[in-house]
C-alpha cells in the first residue's frame, strides 16, 4: 500500500526548456522528504516524445499538450512563448477534482524541501507567491497599468508568477481567468508582463504573501547592487533565473551559478541541448564581470521599457 502524499505540480514549456525543466524538478525531487512524491501535469506545445520520456524519468508525468484552438485562446505578445500564459488555462485544463497545485516556472533551482510550501495555508485566498523585487508594487514602473482606476492601493504588493501556490476551486468560483482576460482586453497600452501583470490586477487583494526564500530572482538575490537587506539568499528555497540569464546555456555571476551547474551536470548527459551561441557567451560575460557596475543603467533601460 502507498502511504505517499502527492504534491501536484504544474509546469509549463516547450521543447527549448526540457533541460532546466528536467534540473528544476531534478532538484525538486531530491529535496523532497520522505513520503511525498511529485506529480507533475505538464502543459506544452510541440515537446517530443523523447522530451515527454525524459521528464517522466524524473517523476509521474501528465501530458497536457495545447491545442491549436487552445493556444489561439491564450494571451500572447510577441516577448514570450505561446505557452507562456498557460498559469490562466490551469483551471480549465487540469482535473476538476484537484484542489489545489504548485506552479513553478522551468527556469528554477529548488534547494529545500518543497514539501513547506506545499503544506502552506492559504487563508481562504486564491494564491499563494512571492512578491516581485523588481516590480514590488502594483503602482510600480511596468506594474498594473491603470491601477488607480481599478481600485488598487499604492501599497499594494505585487507579485512574481515564477512560483504559485494556487487553489483552483476557489479560482473557479471566483472567476479569476476572466477577470484576468478582461483587464488584457481593455488595458491600454503596451501590457509588460502579461499573464502576470493580468493576475495582479484581478487578485491584487486575494493572495499570500510568502518569504522570499520561495522565489529568489537570480539576478537580484546575493548580488552585490542588491537593495534590499535580506537573509532570504542565503537560506534559499527556490532560486528563479529569470531575464535573460539562464545557467544551463552559460555560466552566470551570483552565488548560484554553482549549485546550478552541479544540478545541471547530473541531468544533462542524457537530454541533449544545442551548444551556447554567441549571445549566450556574451550574456555570461557582462553578469559575470560587468553587470554590478552598469546594474544602474541596466535599471533605467528597463524602466523606459528598452530592454
Known amino acids: 500500500m502507498d502511504s505517499t502524499s502527492v504534491v501536484s505540480l504544474a509546469c509549463a514549456a516547450n521543447g527549448s526548456y526540457i533541460l532546466p525543466l528536467a534540473v528544476m524538478l531534478e532538484s525538486l525531487k531530491r529535496n523532497l522528504r520522505p513520503g511525498l512524491r511529485p506529480e507533475l501535469y505538464l502543459i506544452h506545445a510541440g515537446i517530443p516524445r523523447s522530451g515527454l520520456e525524459a521528464i517522466s524519468s524524473i517523476v509521474e508525468t501528465h501530458s497536457i499538450a495545447l491545442s491549436e484552438a487552445q493556444l489561439a485562446e491564450a ?155 535580506s537573509d532570504a539568499w542565503r537560506q534559499p528555497g527556490i532560486v528563479h533565473f529569470a531575464g535573460r540569464m539562464k545557467p544551463w546555456r552559460a555560466p552566470i555571476g551570483g552565488p548560484f551559478n554553482a549549485p546550478y551547474q552541479q544540478a545541471l551536470r547530473r541531468v544533462a548527459p542524457s537530454i541533449p541541448s544545442d551548444p551556447p551561441n554567441l549571445r549566450d557567451w556574451l550574456c555570461s560575460v557582462y553578469d559575470r564581470y560587468f553587470r554590478a557596475a552598469l546594474y544602474p543603467f541596466e535599471q533605467y533601460l528597463w524602466r523606459q521599457r528598452l530592454i
Not at 506545499?118 to 481562504?124: F, K, N, S, V, Y
Open 75 to 229: 494571451p500572447r505578445s510577441s516577448r514570450f512563448p505561446r505557452e507562456a500564459s498557460a498559469p490562466l488555462l490551469l483551471p480549465a485544463l487540469l482535473p476538476d477534482a484537484l484542489e489545489k497545485v504548485l506552479f513553478l516556472d522551468a527556469d528554477m533551482l529548488v534547494l529545500r524541501d518543497a514539501g513547506e510550501l506545499w503544506e502552506t495555508p492559504l487563508d481562504q485566498n486564491v494564491l499563494a507567491a512571492v512578491q516581485d523585487a523588481a516590480v514590488p508594487r502594483c503602482s510600480a514602473p511596468r506594474g498594473v497599468k491603470g491601477w488607480q482606476e481599478l481600485g488598487i492601493p499604492p501599497e499594494a504588493q505585487y507579485f512574481n508568477c515564477g512560483m504559485l501556490l494556487i487553489h483552483l476551486e476557489r479560482w473557479r468560483e471566483r472567476d479569476v481567468t476572466r477577470r484576468a482576460r478582461r483587464y488584457l482586453e481593455t488595458t491600454r497600452g503596451p501590457v509588460d508582463l502579461l499573464h502576470q501583470e493580468a493576475l495582479n490586477a484581478a487578485l491584487w487583494n486575494d493572495w499570500k504573501p510568502l518569504h522570499a526564500r520561495w522565489n529568489l530572482l537570480a539576478s537580484l538575490a546575493g548580488r552585490s547592487y542588491d537593495p534590499a537587506a
